[in-house]
């Protein structure tokens, strides 16, 4: 299955760590990415190939795998880190992509 | 800087089509695909098609076909995204998207700043 499934929403308080997971068989052989999307904002890429982070984007966002899981992991949240987050991979030929559901993090 | 700049928001009668822009700069448009994703209110992304800006070539998500269109005019680094048939739950946010280049990847590195596709009867 190409379906990829994120939690609706995760809360957590400022200078916690936030852990975002998905899952979906796509992870076991195509690379994961992150997108986060601030209210009223186009999606803006924080993480790519399962652990990479572009250029301007802060050390305390990291992604993880682990077979068909893979996580993102916020240390120390500050309130502009309040946003959606999406994952992403693709089907089994890299035809396409599949977005997962998105997760709306709340900072306490 | 790379840039995705798109058309303003259009408000169309259902039934109708809707063509939406997307001007890029800070790079040679014919290199990277550019992509369509949209989001309704209050939703997630959902990806409509493709378009390699150098030869024209399209796929399109199993739901849009037949309804949508991807072309280009590369004389002005331009990518278009026309929807026909517009029904009310094609109220979304449009975004082109830029596919990251040459990488063994399928993700987006830019994204333009989105248009609302408003329908109504």
């Known amino acids: 299955s190409d379906e990829v499934t994120q939690p609706p929403s995760v809360s957590v308080s400022p200078g916690q760590t936030a852990r975002i997971s998905c899952s979906g068989d796509?992870?076991?052989?195509?690379?994961a990415y992150w997108y986060q999307q601030k209210s009223g904002q186009a999606p803006v890429l924080i993480i790519y190939?399962?652990?990479e982070r572009p250029s301007g984007i802060p050390e305390r966002f990291s992604g993880s795998t682990s077979g068909t899981t893979v996580t993102l992991t916020i240390n120390g949240v500050q309130a502009e880190d309040e946003a959606d987050y999406y994952c992403?991979?693709?089907?089994?030929?890299?035809?396409?992509?599949?977005f997962g559901g998105g997760t709306q993090l709340t900072v306490l | 800087q790379v840039q995705l700049v798109q058309s303003g928001a259009e408000v169309k009668k259902l039934g109708a089509s809707v063509k939406v822009s997307c001007t890029t700069s800070?790079?040679?448009?014919?290199?990277?695909?550019i992509n369509w994703v949209r989001q309704a209110p209050g939703q997630g992304l959902e990806w409509m098609g493709w378009?390699?800006?150098?030869?024209?070539?399209?796929a399109y998500a199993h739901k849009f076909r037949g309804r949508v269109t991807m072309t280009r005019d590369t004389s002005i680094s331009t990518a278009y995204m026309e929807l026909s048939g517009l029904k009310s739950e094609d109220r979304a946010v449009y975004y082109c998207?830029?596919?990251?280049?040459?990488?063994?990847?399928?993700?987006?590195?830019?994204w333009g700043q989105g248009t609302l596709v408003s329908v109504s009867s």
């Open positions: 998207a830029r596919e990251a280049p040459g990488t063994s990847g399928y993700y987006f590195d830019s």
């Open positions: 800070g790079y040679t448009f014919t290199s990277c695909d």
């Open positions: 378009m390699n800006p150098n030869s024209g070539i399209t």
């Open positions: 796509a992870f076991s052989d195509q690379y």
């Open positions: 190939k399962d652990t």
């Open positions: 992403q991979s693709a089907d089994s030929t890299a035809a396409y992509p599949v």
